[in-house]
């Protein structure tokens, strides 16, 4: 699982992989299935209220809940207003939050290191 704060279109992006049989002439298989929620943000901090009906239900939604209260937690609405460094790298400009699983924290990345965001390992 990763996820991550988009401060262009305010959404929070998870994304996470599953195993899913497959058949192809007669012989089964396993793939990762690559799986995606979005969920909007609104200006004030709150999640979207169709969002949480839609997905609110949903095994991974209690982690994007958690993640929204981290972010309204260091006041990162309408626009996260401190200045932020990538964890790789260390640029200040065009970085956004993405939540590390192992620390239960947020680091931010900038557009170049956003493959280097923490993903939980099966």
């Known amino acids: ?12 992006i998870c994304r996470w992989e599953e195993p899913t ?8 298989g396993v ?6 929620i979005t969920v909007k943000v609104n200006d004030n901090g709150k999640l979207n209220s169709k ?20 972010l309204n937690s260091i006041e990162c609405f309408p626009q996260c207003q401190n200045e932020y460094k990538c964890a790789v790298c ?6 956004s939050p993405h939540f590390d699983t192992k620390r239960q924290s947020i680091i931010w990345l900038c557009r170049d290191h956003l493959n280097d965001s923490p993903k939980v390992v099966d």
């Open 31 to 36: 793939i990762k299935r690559s799986r995606m």
């Open 21 to 28: 049989k497959v058949v192809m002439n007669k012989k089964e």
């Open 90 to 95: 260390g640029m200040e400009h065009d970085v």
């Open 1 to 12: 699982m990763s996820m991550r704060y988009d401060q262009e279109r305010k959404r929070i």
């Open 51 to 70: 969002d949480i009906r839609r997905h609110g239900k949903h095994p991974m939604f209690p982690y994007i809940n958690r993640f929204n209260k981290m």
